[in-house]
């Protein structure tokens, strides 16, 4: 023998059951334990139940607590021979020491059953030692009835259910199949024929000025209470009713908002269609209903399976730090499992500019590519008190330029730049007290208006300055004679060679003697001149970084 049995039980009662006897299972919050127990399993000491799952998927386990079921301890949880469910549990540890189906028919224990049970399947199928089924099969024995008012095709019961009836407001009078039981509270007995494909009562509450409750019960061998809650008619009129379970569900009937279950109205004979709505439920929505005389329409609905969302977030490069909603959530590449709904996601790496994106949906697949920091400004602080503002300079990755207090007015040059000026314009303060920072960062530049190549006797003209080349020289270096007026005015005439840079500061001209052309006989003059450009403008956020490109 074993010294330990789990029997993981599937629950052959309910493998063929249809929706409604889930629901029923469900709605009168039966447990595992009790389906269970309506298994064959042991009794007394020495065994302890191993149950999992919920109703209606149940896995009934229990295993032997002793180390070794010898004779002795075989009687402390040998049940009582009229007990054929434990019975037949009994013989499947029993058919384990047999090898021929016959030899372990005529055993005393087999003997017993066949004499004295009829188990809910007719039958005890075990396996004995060599693998091979064995069926002991029960003999037909009517069960007394302790109730003989329902009795259904004449057929025996295998069991009874105990179901109390409770309503408020009590006084309702219950019929079950159309046979008046007595007035709630009330506690009925009623029998059940088959577990594996159960029959259902009709079960209708009734009472004055409230709606009639019509619905169906299922018997399956529990102690069940029954609570309704009667729901008084909204007129006297009224001739169908909703209820729900949850209640506080949305009815609509042909399109047409009715109001909150548990509701009543009026309604004429027709075909109608209804939708059931609830937040968090599984709506029910186009429900066919015929109406023909009053009557009750009940509904359960169920809540919502909530599947989480997966959000799959890469980057490049990879290693970022990812933060969802402000959280942070780890580094690239990550994915995770969130509640359906929006969120924000932004991805940060030092050196690199933070990159946000709003998501939402089941499954996202959010790939960032990272941009490098340029150069910047960041506005650090504004101390008001002295009116200055805390400007932090630096170039990629953080590399400090200067960082220090300036006045609203004040302009900072940064020649590591190219001459970048910086000016602080202005502060401004909206109905929250957040400060914003105005910045006018401009570069001086060097705007070309002229640039081609000449020959002697050729102008460059670009007003107010024209050039005019008038010779080579004959010297041993080549360079070129140039006669430069402003305005029709002589202001410079001189030899000039290859790389030379002749500046103009009256008329804010510069002129580059840049190539010369053997080919062609010909010098390249750029005429050029200083201009403003504007990089950025504008009013910050403090903590925002500006960027200069």
Same mark, same amino acid.
């Not at 399947?121 to 003989?148: A, F, K, R, Y």
């Not at 009330?186 to 577990?195: A, F, K, N």
């Not at 004959?474 to 000039?496: C, H, M, R, W």
């Given at each position: ?7 993981? /039980? ?76 434990? /019975? ?39 396996? /004995? ?92 061998? *529990? ?25 506080? *569900? ?71 730090? *990812? ?11 990550? *994915? ?153 005015? /002589? ?59």
């Amino acid at each position: 023998m074993k010294h330990q049995y789990l029997a993981l /039980l599937s629950i052959i009662l309910l493998s063929g059951c249809t929706q409604q006897v889930i629901d029923y299972l469900q709605e009168e919050n039966i447990t595992c334990m009790q389906i269970c127990e309506l298994l064959p399993h042991p009794t007394g000491e020495g065994f302890a139940w191993n149950i999992t799952g919920t109703t209606p998927n149940c896995n009934c386990g229990y295993y032997f607590t002793t180390p070794e079921v010898n004779e002795t301890q075989r009687q402390i949880i040998e049940p009582n021979q009229t007990d054929c469910s434990t /019975l037949c549990t009994y013989l499947t540890y029993s058919a384990q020491d047999y090898n021929d189906c016959s030899e372990f028919s005529e055993t005393n224990d087999a003997k017993a059953y066949i004499q004295d049970c009829q188990l809910i399947h007719g039958n005890c199928n075990v396996t /004995l030692n060599n693998q091979e089924s064995c069926i002991i099969q029960g003999v037909s024995e009517q069960i007394p009835t302790s109730n003989g008012s329902l009795i259904i095709n004449g057929s025996s019961p295998v069991g009874y259910g105990i179901i109390t009836y409770l309503t408020e407001p009590a006084g309702a009078q219950v019929y079950i199949n159309e046979t008046y039981m007595g007035n709630t509270p009330i506690t009925v007995e009623l029998p059940y024929y088959s577990l594996s494909s159960p029959e259902p009562y009709n079960l209708i509450i009734i009472k004055d000025g409230y709606c009639q409750y019509q619905g169906t019960q299922w018997v399956l061998g *529990v102690n069940i209470t029954s609570e309704r809650t009667l729901v008084q008619l909204s007129q006297a009129n009224d001739n169908f009713c909703v209820f729900t379970e949850p209640s506080g *569900v949305s009815v609509s009937i042909n399109g047409t908002y009715k109001g909150m279950t548990p509701i009543s109205m009026n309604l004429e004979p027709g075909d109608y269609i209804i939708d059931l709505t609830k937040e968090g439920y599984v709506n029910q929505t186009g429900r066919p209903y015929h109406f023909s005389e009053a009557n009750t329409f009940y509904s359960k609905l169920w809540e919502e399976t909530i599947v989480n969302a997966t959000i799959d977030i890469s980057s490049n490069p990879a290693g970022a730090i *990812v933060y969802v909603n402000g959280t942070e959530e780890g580094t690239t590449p990550i *994915v995770l499992s969130k509640e359906p709904g929006t969120y924000e996601v932004t991805i940060t790496k030092e050196c690199y500019d933070n990159y946000t994106q709003v998501v939402s949906g089941k499954n996202v697949f959010l790939s960032a590519t990272l941009v490098e920091q340029t150069k910047g400004i960041e506005i650090k602080n504004w101390a008001e008190a002295l009116n200055k503002v805390e400007l932090r300079i630096s170039n990629y990755c953080n590399d400090l330029i200067q960082d220090d207090y300036y006045f609203i007015g004040d302009t900072i040059t940064i020649p590591e730049w190219d001459n970048t000026n910086i000016t602080l314009k202005g502060n401004l303060t909206n109905s929250y007290g957040e400060v914003k920072i105005g910045l006018n960062v401009t570069k001086l530049t060097n705007h070309t208006l002229l640039e081609d190549y000449y020959g002697i006797n050729d102008y460059a003209n670009t007003s107010p300055v024209s050039v005019k080349l008038i010779a080579w020289s004959t010297a041993p270096e080549e360079k070129v004679k140039l006669n430069i007026s402003a305005n029709g005015e /002589l202001i410079n005439q001189d030899f000039y060679s290859i790389g030379d840079v002749i500046d103009l500061p009256e008329q804010n001209k510069t002129i580059n003697v840049l190539d010369w052309s053997s080919e062609l006989e010909k010098v390249k003059l750029v005429i050029t001149e200083p201009q403003v450009i504007s990089i950025a403008e504008g009013y910050y956020d403090i903590g925002a970084r500006v960027k200069i490109e």
